[in-house]
C-alpha cells in the first residue's frame, strides 16, 4: 500500500492525557496516526504501545513545541511529507494556569494564549486549506472546554482562551459547511488527565467525584467528530452546565465557577494565610 491511500490523522499534544486516548482509539478505527508534543520519548512509548496492539497502522512521532511561531507551517510539511493526505487534525494541545490574573507569571500566560489561540488557529487554516486542496472527507476537531461557557475568575485567561476556540469553531464549521471538512468543537468539563497537575488546581473533593475518565470523553468527541457535529459535549454535567449557563445571570456564574474550583483556596492565597 502507498502511503497516498491511507487515511492520516494528526493529534497535538498526543503525550499524554486525552490527547494518548485520541490516538489509542483512532488507531483501533485504523486510522495512520502522526502524534506532536514536546516530550518525545513518551510519544515513542506511546507510539511502540499502538504499533504493537495495531500491526497495521503507521505511526510518525514528531516532538515539537506547538506554541512555537514556525509550529504550525513545520507541522503540515512534515505531517504532508511523501504526498501524505491528512484527513483528519485534533487540535489538543492546551494548558491552564490557575490563579489570581495579575500574580501568575506573564510569560506563562503568554504561552498559553499562543499555544490555546494563536497557533491553533494558524493550524486549522494551514490543514483547511491542505484538506480542501485534496477535496476528500475530512475532520478537524478543535479541543474546548465547558470553561468557555461562562466567565471563570482565577482562570480567567484559560477560560478566555477556550470561548475563542468556541466561538472560532463554530464560525469556521459554518464557513466549511459546503465543503467537504467538517468542523467540531469538543467542550469537556474536568476530565482526569494531567491538567490540573500542570494548571496548580487541587481538585476539590466533590469535584473529583465528578470528573470524567478520559477514554469516554475521546470516544465520544470522536463519534461527534465523524458525525460532523459542530458542537460536542460529553456527558450529563457538562450538559446541565451548558444550559445553566444560558439562564444563570453572568455574575452568579462567576461565582460558581471559583466554588467549583475550589474557590477558598485561592481566596486564602490572596490574602496571604494558610488556613
Ligand atoms: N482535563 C480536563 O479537565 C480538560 C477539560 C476541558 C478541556 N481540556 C483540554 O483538553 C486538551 C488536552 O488536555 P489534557 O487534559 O489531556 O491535559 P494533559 O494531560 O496535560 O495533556 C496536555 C498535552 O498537551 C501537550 N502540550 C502542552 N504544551 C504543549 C506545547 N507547547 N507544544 C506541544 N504540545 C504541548 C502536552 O505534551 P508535552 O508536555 O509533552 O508537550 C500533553 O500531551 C487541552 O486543550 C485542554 O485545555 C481538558
Not at 505531517?79 to 501524505?84: D, H, K, L
Not at 476556540?165 to 467542550?187: G, I, M, Q
Request: proline share 5%; aromatic share 8%; with cysteine.
Amino acid at each position: 500500500m502507498t502511503g497516498d491511500a491511507r487515511r492520516w490523522a494528526v493529534i497535538t499534544g498526543a503525550s499524554a492525557g486525552l490527547g494518548a486516548d485520541f490516538a489509542r482509539q483512532l488507531a483501533a478505527r485504523g486510522w495512520q496516526l502522526v502524534l506532536v508534543a514536546r516530550r518525545l520519548d513518551r510519544l515513542q512509548a506511546l507510539a511502540d504501545e499502538i504499533r504493537n496492539a495495531h500491526r497495521d497502522i503507521a505511526v510518525e512521532v514528531i516532538a515539537l513545541d506547538v506554541s512555537l511561531p514556525d509550529a504550525p507551517d513545520a507541522l503540515l510539511e512534515r505531517a504532508t511529507a511523501r504526498n501524505r493526505k491528512v484527513h483528519i487534525l485534533i487540535n489538543n494541545a492546551g494548558f491552564g494556569t490557575y490563579g489570581p490574573f495579575d500574580e501568575l507569571p506573564w510569560e506563562r500566560q503568554h504561552e498559553m494564549l499562543m499555544l490555546n489561540v494563536v497557533r491553533l488557529t494558524e493550524l486549522c487554516w494551514r490543514f483547511a486549506g491542505h484538506m480542501r486542496a485534496h477535496g476528500e472527507p475530512a475532520h478537524i476537531l478543535n479541543l474546548g472546554s465547558v470553561a468557555a461557557f461562562q466567565p471563570t475568575p482565577f482562570f480567567a485567561v484559560y477560560g478566555a482562551t477556550k470561548a475563542y476556540v468556541r466561538n472560532f469553531t463554530e464560525s469556521l464549521a459554518y464557513e466549511l459547511r459546503d465543503s467537504a471538512v467538517r468542523v467540531s468543537c469538543l467542550s469537556p468539563g474536568a476530565t482526569r488527565t494531567e491538567f490540573s497537575d500542570v494548571a496548580g488546581i487541587a481538585i476539590p473533593a466533590l469535584s473529583d467525584h465528578a470528573q470524567m475518565e478520559s477514554p469516554d470523553v475521546v470516544r465520544r468527541g470522536i463519534d461527534g467528530m465523524l458525525a460532523g457535529k459542530p458542537q460536542i459535549i460529553p456527558g450529563f454535567i457538562n450538559h446541565l452546565n451548558a444550559f445553566i449557563s444560558r439562564v444563570l445571570p453572568r455574575q452568579v456564574l462567576a461565582w460558581g465557577a471559583v466554588i467549583a474550583m475550589g474557590g477558598r483556596a485561592t481566596m486564602r492565597h490572596r490574602s496571604g494565610g494558610g488556613q
